[in-house]
């Protein structure tokens, strides 16, 4: 039990939208607790909801 946590920790998933989902709730919602969603520039129209452990990272400023 005690290598549980570690190797888990090493299966962390990042999920980029959106370049794997379209949408921010796709990757939320396909996320495992742990997973970081990044966020490319854009503009997303939506409302997200977050119940578990996530790390959400935006990629900054959309360049024109």
Do not use: C, W
């Amino acid at each position: 039990a005690g290598m549980a946590g570690p190797a888990q920790a090493a299966n962390h998933r990042v999920l980029v939208v959106p370049r794997d989902f379209a949408t921010i709730q796709a990757a939320v919602d396909a996320a495992a607790a742990g997973d970081t969603v990044s966020v490319s520039p854009g503009t997303y129209t939506e409302q997200v909801v977050i119940n578990k452990d996530l790390i959400v990272h935006g990629s900054g400023p959309l360049r024109r």
